[in-house]
């Protein structure tokens, strides 16, 4: 192995390998309790033990040891708004209510591109502080709040997907597109960035409440002659919500079947909430390869309901964890597994370490359907990683001392770990974020 562009780093190592629903617990990670990530030309070149990897490496290379700390691969965040970033816990609403008064006429600050590029930028830098290093992000109705942050990523050279917001209806004036021009600037923005460094497009209607049926067509015209384009929406997240889609669409059979109708259903299509399905919407996402983005924080901080996590491991439905920022409270993925884990809780389901860890990695990378990028530290993959402080607080630091297997350790993490257990952040293996 020649020396040139290696990076080589050292600590215990744990990454995802497979869903724990399918595989197991036991066979869904690995872990190196002494282990060396090796790192060449931005991309993985090899995980595992020290002492089996060391004789391998060129004599003189330099082997950054971090101690008392978790190398893991980044998080992996499936749903996201970056305009919301000034939002962030804003008080006492649910969905609808929460649209109006404080999301609507913070989006409308986006028509400036000067703003939208000065709050792209403090997003990413959170996404970093955070350990977040790929994220399907929503932007606002604004084409041009969408070119500052796919310009924003790109100066990172970060994974990211975003699109601009479709909305034409149902929603204050300066807040609003048409058909026509939704479908136009989208297109202009897929032309610009779809595929470029390491970007890729969401077309992106709102949600069904805020399109006209001819804005949905128009989506599903954009899908079609974009293969290689995502799709990105909302779906059942609130029950006045879903009363509002069955009056404005009285022939569908259910919300699901609203976006079906308009062919928006498919492998790169994610659907964030999707608490109240019933069992056939989730056996369509199933049959469709569509994924879900589950986002604990925000449906408890909207009432919006418990995501049932078993129903898509009994109907096969991909999935990830999102923190949903606005409506969610938290940009950590660390405090996101906290309250799923407790969402499960109350519904007598067991959310394993081992399942949080897939769910903010492996599988959302997977329900991404970039899993053969990113995700976890198989050769070939590109080394966006993070390093996770045992001694981030003098708590953390005290509750450790107890853990004596890996699932004790990272659960711990889960539970009372956030921004602060973040030591430092790792994109394409250049580091991009160091705590103090
Ligand atoms: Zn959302």
């Not at 450790?400 to 602060?420: E, M, N, S």
């Amino acid at each position: 192995m020649s020396g040139q562009n290696l990076k080589v780093y050292r600590g215990e190592i744990l990454h995802s390998l497979n869903d724990p629903a399918q595989v197991g617990d036991q066979q869904s990670f690995e872990y190196f309790p002494d282990g060396l990530l090796v790192v060449k030309d931005g991309l993985v070149e090899s995980a595992g033990p020290y002492q089996k990897l060391l004789p391998d490496l060129p004599e003189q290379v330099n082997i950054e040891h971090h101690q008392d700390s978790l190398i893991m691969p980044g998080f992996v965040d499936c749903h996201i708004h970056y305009p919301q970033t000034q939002i962030v816990g804003a008080y006492g609403e649910q969905l609808i209510e929460w649209l109006n008064n404080y999301t609507f006429p913070m989006e409308s600050e986006f028509s400036s591109p000067d703003n939208s590029r000065a709050v792209a930028d403090i997003f990413i830098d959170e996404l970093l502080r955070n350990g977040t290093t790929a994220a399907l992000v929503m932007a606002t109705v604004h084409k041009q709040s969408a070119e500052a942050f796919f310009r924003a990523a790109s100066n990172r050279r970060m994974r990211m997907i975003c699109g601009k917001i479709m909305m034409d209806r149902n929603a204050p004036d300066y807040l609003t597109d048409t058909a026509e021009s939704g479908y136009e600037d989208s297109a202009e923005l897929i032309g610009r960035w779809h595929g470029k460094d390491r970007l890729s497009y969401a077309i992106t209607p709102r949600f069904a409440p805020t399109s006209s049926e001819d804005q949905l067509k128009k989506a599903g015209q954009l899908l079609r002659e974009h293969p290689g384009v995502y799709m990105h929406t909302h779906l059942a997240e609130n029950l006045e919500e879903i009363k509002w889609v069955k009056e404005l669409f009285p022939r569908a059979s259910g919300y699901l079947d609203v976006y079906d109708h308009y062919g928006l259903l498919g492998k790169r299509s994610i659907f964030a909430h999707c608490i109240h399905l019933n069992d056939h919407e989730f056996e369509l996402l199933h049959k469709t390869g569509s994924g879900i983005a589950f986002c604990p924080t925000s449906n408890l901080f909207l009432g919006s309901g418990l995501f049932p996590l078993s129903k898509t491991e009994n109907k096969k439905v991909n999935t990830g964890l999102a923190t949903d920022i606005g409506g969610g409270t938290s940009f950590s993925l660390l405090q996101t597994i906290n309250e799923a884990y407790k969402i499960q809780q109350l519904q007598k389901h067991r959310l394993s370490p081992f399942k949080s860890l897939y769910l903010a990695t492996l599988g959302g990378a997977r329900t991404l359907g970039i899993d053969k990028t990113i995700g976890n530290f198989e050769p070939g993959k590109e080394a966006d990683f993070i390093v996770l402080d045992y001694r981030a607080t003098p708590l953390l630091d005290l509750r450790l001392q107890r853990c004596t297997t890996i699932a004790d350790k990272f659960f711990a993490l889960t539970i009372l770990g956030d921004d602060r257990a973040v030591k430092a952040t790792y994109i394409l293996g250049k580091e991009a974020y160091r705590k103090g």
